[in-house]
């Protein structure tokens, strides 16, 4: 057999899953199609933290309620932002009342710690800059805010230096039961495993194995950025349920910038956002955008189906808003199932560490002027907006894993994310990726390979 388990799918999922089976004595390959871990993270990359209190049912609440315990232990143990801000899911009329009160039992019922109902006093106590009248509110002391693309790419990078075969720009498109294992075909190669870990969400390929979930109505989620010059902004999450459909939700982010997230049925338009925004941000106005994204926003519950476990096959399936926050419970879960399953040991020499990272701007003067003096690429500041050195660019490209596409820089540095929105950096990061790959810039792609920035020259310099 080519390898003992292969990992279908570079997702969140599929790389928690990778991480926690890389401390076992075992050959492990994960096959992504893109140039690039977790390309599906939404690009906000902002992602709350859900403690089950919110959750349709008890087991969805069960692998939120883990997963935000895991994840809270992996934020720290790889230096990643926890931001445990809490949430305010807001009442101002008898239906919201109900929903709040019934969620409240349900969290008592599930034994969540951390949830109670606030009166207006007790409200405006947590957020003071609040000014819509609200009479009552659900508080969550456990919701927290990370960067999901972080927590990703330290997954894959400590998976990668225990000795994950990572197998990018690879698109599976079969697999086979043979006897004692499966045949997996990519676009690229065959491979022979004994297991297969199925994280692709809905794949399209010839999959024998197992069946696929109905998919329910994909909604709709408008989000607006905004930059950081807005008054009066909150320090909590909150929720305004405007009607069965709709809901508003303000996210403040680690860089002090709020996030509006308006979930809809109906197409309603920039004005009419901006309008229902302003139940929670008084002072938004257009002048204060800096970026617009639409994502589809799903409610299916996810399943892990282990029901060919015996034959050496799982798969997950479904998609859901909170997936961030279960995953490394679906990851724990499937190492359980595989520890008995393939009787797995551990390696000795495992080294369950992210190798260290220096972020300029969050660095005090003495410790900039260290590193410029070992690398003085670190002193030449490329992204103005969020001071990010070139020294980053570099170490971001070079890491396990390393970063292949100009979004790939920008997730994992920040550059490009501020008020100009790459405008002022994007060319440079093109021609750092280029130097760094020893590739054209003309071949310097945004995300995916049909997605190339620069169609050709118009005169042949040396320079571009
Ligand atoms: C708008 C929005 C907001 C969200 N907010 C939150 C939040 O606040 N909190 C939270 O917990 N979660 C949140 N999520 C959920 C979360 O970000 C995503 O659902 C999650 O990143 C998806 O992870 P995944 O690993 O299942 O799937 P994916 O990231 O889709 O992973 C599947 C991978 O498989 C690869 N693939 C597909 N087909 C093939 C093939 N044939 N061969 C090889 N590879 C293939 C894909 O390229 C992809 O990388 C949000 C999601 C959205 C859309």
């Known amino acids: 057999m080519d390898y003992d388990v292969l990992i279908l799918g570079g997702g969140i999922i599929g790389c928690a899953v990778a991480y926690e089976l890389s401390k076992y004595n075992i050959n492990i390959a994960l096959i992504e199609k893109d140039y690039d871990v977790a390309n599906d993270i939404s690009f906000t990359n902002a992602a709350i933290t859900y403690d089950g209190s919110?959750?349709?049912?008890?087991?969805?609440?069960?692998?939120?309620?883990?997963?935000?315990?895991?994840?809270?232990?992996?934020?720290?143990?790889?230096?990643?932002?926890?931001?445990?801000?809490?949430?305010?899911?807001i009442s101002q009329n008898d239906a919201n009342y109900n929903t709040i009160e019934y969620m409240y039992k349900n969290s008592k019922k599930r034994g969540i710690d951390g949830i109670r109902i606030l009166n207006a006093d007790e409200i405006y106590e947590i957020e003071p800059n609040l000014k819509m009248k609200v009479t009552k509110a659900l508080y969550s002391e456990n919701t927290a805010v990370i960067s999901p693309y972080n927590l990703v790419v330290s997954y894959a990078e400590v998976a990668s230096d225990n000795g994950v075969n990572f197998r990018l720009e690879e698109e599976v498109i079969d697999i086979k039961n043979i006897s004692k294992g499966f045949k997996v075909t990519t676009n690229k190669n065959k491979f022979t495993?004994?297991?297969?870990?199925?994280t692709i969400p809905n794949e399209n390929f010839n999959d024998k194995c197992c069946g696929t979930m109905p998919n329910r109505k994909n909604n709709k989620m408008k989000y607006i950025l905004l930059n950081d010059k807005l008054e009066n902004s909150k320090s909590t999450i909150i929720i305004n349920d405007i009607n069965k459909e709709t809901f508003v939700m303000s996210i403040p982010t680690s860089s002090r910038r709020n996030l509006i997230g308006i979930k809809s049925d109906d197409y309603l338009g920039l004005e009419s956002e901006l309008e229902l925004s302003k139940s929670i941000l008084e002072y938004i106005k257009k002048e204060l955008i800096a970026?617009?994204?639409?994502?589809?926003?799903?409610?299916?519950?996810?399943?892990?189906?282990?029901?060919?476990?015996?034959?050496?096959?799982?798969?997950?399936?479904?998609?859901?808003?909170?997936?961030?926050?279960?995953?490394?419970?679906?990851?724990?879960?499937?190492?359980?199932?595989?520890?008995?399953?393939?009787?797995?040991?551990?390696?000795?020499?495992y080294i369950d560490k992210k190798r260290e990272i220096y972020v300029?701007?969050?660095?005090?003067?003495?410790?900039?002027?260290?590193?410029?003096?070992?690398?003085?690429?670190?002193?030449n500041i490329i992204c103005s907006c969020n001071n990010v050195s070139e020294g980053e660019i570099i170490d971001s490209i070079r890491r396990p894993l390393g970063a292949r596409t100009v979004e790939g820089v920008k997730r994992r540095t920040g550059i490009g994310l501020g008020n100009c929105n790459g405008a002022s950096c994007n060319m440079k990061i093109i021609k750092i990726l280029a130097r760094e790959m020893n590739k054209s810039v003309l071949s310097i792609v945004d995300d995916s390979m049909d997605s190339r920035i620069l169609v050709g020259r118009i005169k042949e310099f040396n320079e571009i």
Not at 193 to 198: D, E, L, R, T
Not at 299 to 321: A, C, P, Q, R, T
């Open 291 to 349: 970026n617009i994204f639409t994502e589809t926003y799903n409610e299916n519950s996810i399943i892990i189906d282990d029901s060919s476990l015996n034959d050496g096959y799982i798969k997950v399936i479904g998609n859901h808003y909170a997936k961030v926050t279960i995953a490394p419970a679906i990851a724990k879960d499937i190492e359980e199932k595989l520890k008995i399953s393939m009787n797995m040991t551990e390696k000795r020499d």
């Open 360 to 379: 300029f701007r969050n660095m005090s003067n003495e410790q900039r002027n260290k590193i410029i003096a070992l690398d003085k690429r670190y002193g």
């Open 193 to 198: 495993c004994k297991f297969v870990i199925n």
């Open 54 to 89: 919110e959750a349709k049912d008890e087991y969805m609440a069960n692998l939120e309620s883990m997963g935000t315990r895991l994840i809270k232990e992996h934020c720290q143990k790889f230096n990643i932002k926890y931001d445990k801000i809490g949430s305010l899911r």
